[in-house]
């Protein structure tokens, strides 16, 4: 069992920066690929960055690219997302995943635990 608890979310101007984390309960974390998704209403939970079980690889949404950066660190059991150049489109509740893939997963369905997400609203 792994539990996942997001935080960080909040109100940012276009242009700013957000940092969310996702502290994990659960042996198995460091053995496991993580990621975060995003979701608005009424629109499917979308991929936005995963990152190895050792940090080495990460993987990226083509929309976030350049803006985003996925990090762990296995001895806080956390995970973080570094949101920069925030846009009004990035406007979504964030949530973090864990997954038991072992190559690096990008569908939601390749995900086994999930948190309660976060709320991050770009204004414009």
């Known amino acids: 069992q792994v539990q996942l608890v997001e935080s960080g979310g909040g109100l940012v101007q276009a242009g700013g920066s957000l940092r969310l984390s996702c502290a994990a309960s659960?042996?198995?974390?460091?053995?496991?690929?993580m990621g975060w998704f995003r979701q608005t209403p009424g629109k499917e939970r979308d991929f936005v960055a995963a990152?190895?079980?050792?940090?080495?690889?990460?993987d990226y949404a083509d929309s976030v690219k350049g803006r985003f950066t996925i990090s762990r660190d296995n001895t806080k059991n956390t995970v973080y997302l570094q949101m920069n150049s925030l846009k009004p489109e990035d406007t979504a509740v964030y949530y973090c995943?864990?997954?038991?893939?072992?190559?690096?997963?990008?569908?939601?369905?390749?995900?086994?635990?999930w948190g309660q997400g976060t709320q991050v609203t770009v204004s414009s």
């Open positions: 990152i190895s079980w050792d940090g080495v690889t990460t």
């Open positions: 659960g042996r198995t974390f460091s053995s496991r690929y």
């Open positions: 995943a864990a997954s038991r893939s072992i190559v690096i997963p990008r569908r939601h369905y390749e995900y086994d635990y």
